[in-house]
Structure formats: C-alpha cells, structure tokens
C-alpha cells in the first residue's frame, strides 16, 4: 500500500509564498514521476507542475513564480509557490507515479490535498 501525506497549504496574502511537502511511503520500488495537481470549485483537476527525472513541466500560468523539486532520498517532492496570486486558490493534490514492486507496472497514487488560500 503506498500513501502519499501533504503538507504546507494555508492562507496567504497576494504576492506573498509557500512551500508545498509531499512524502511517499509505504510499498515503493522505484519513483516514476512526481508532481502537483489542483482543483479550484466548479473546475476541474489541472496539472500546476510534474517532475520526471530530471525534467520538469510547468503549467503556462505558473512558469517563472512556481518551482517542483524532489528528494529521490526521501521519495519527497516539494512545490515552492512564489508571487502567488488569488486566482492560485485551489486544493492542491500530490500525484506519484511509480512501482510498488519489482516485475510490477506502474500505477498513479494521489494525496488528500492541501488547501491553499490566496487572498487579502
């Protein structure tokens, strides 16, 4: 069983930051990719930034505010969100890619979600 646990979200005013945690554990082989979704109400789950390896994908409206890091040690992929803006309002949802177990074939996994808040 894999579980992925969430941390950093919060209230934050425009322009200001946060730093976005998310841990894997449980049956862990190896780490395809890993990488943040989020959903503001009515819309759907969007992509906001993947990192596989060492490439990274970003969404058009967070390049340049907006860096996903990982700890391949730590099976830990972080999201730092700069110059956030309101429109950045969303539950934001850690995904991992990867193989429980070897001979096996990748499956996703997804977080809880971590709301995230940006407003004066």
């Known amino acids: 069983q894999v579980r992925l646990v969430e941390s950093g979200g919060g209230l934050v005013q425009p322009g200001g930051s946060l730093r976005l945690s998310c841990a894997a554990s449980?049956?862990?082989?190896?780490?395809?990719?890993m990488g943040w979704y989020r959903q503001a109400p009515g819309k759907q789950r969007d992509l906001v930034a993947r990192?596989?390896?060492?490439?990274?994908t970003y969404a058009d409206s967070v390049k340049g505010r907006f860096t996903i890091s990982r700890d391949n040690a730590r099976n830990t992929v972080y999201l730092q969100m700069n110059s956030l803006k309101p429109e950045d309002t969303a539950v934001y949802y850690c995904?991992?890619?990867?193989?429980?177990?070897?001979?096996?074939?990748?499956?996703?996994?997804w977080g809880q979600g971590t709301q995230v808040t940006v407003s004066s």
């Open positions: 995904n991992a890619v990867l193989i429980p177990y070897p001979g096996t074939g990748p499956g996703a996994h």
């Open positions: 449980g049956s862990i082989f190896t780490i395809n990719a």
């Open positions: 990192i596989i390896g060492g490439s990274t």
